[in-house]
């Protein structure tokens, strides 16, 4: 196991990648409708749905490639596997990590995100959607 792999990890195959790719790309499409819409809180909430779908692309990718993801309580382990995975590692742990910093604002904090900030979000997200569709094929 190399040093990113280690912290709590599982076996995740081909199949179950293929999942988390659905959801990914589910969350994904949902986020995108939802910053569509012309209501303040529409950003923070497409921004959650990336968040889900960041990690859910994360998974997916970790399983296609080194056939196991992360299972510990900090999302941050998750990019740091990605970045052992070749050729846009490094590109997809940054836009992971990005999608995470906006975890809290997003998830949990009685603020509203700005529609540059949801946009943001949407852009990371589709960086590891579409790596995950490319891993996963």
Do not use: N, W
């Not at 949902?30 to 809180?41: F, I, K, N, Q, S």
């Amino acid at each position: 196991m190399s040093p990113r792999m280690s912290g709590r990890t599982e076996a995740f195959g081909r199949a179950q990648a293929r999942t988390r790719l659905l959801q990914a790309e589910k969350f994904g499409e949902v986020a995108d409708l939802v910053l569509g819409e012309e209501v303040d809180t529409a950003p923070g909430v497409a921004a959650a749905l990336c968040v889900l779908a960041g990690i859910a692309a994360a998974d997916a990718v970790c399983g296609a490639v080194l056939g196991r993801r992360s299972r510990g309580q900090d999302h941050r382990q998750a990019a740091d596997m990605l970045r052992d995975v070749a050729p846009d590692g490094a590109r997809m742990a940054k836009a992971l990590r990005d999608l995470l910093d906006l975890k809290d604002a997003s998830h949990y904090a009685p603020v509203l995100l700005s529609r540059r900030q949801g946009q943001a979000a949407l852009r990371r997200a589709q960086i590891l959607i579409t790596a995950a569709a490319r891993h996963v094929q």
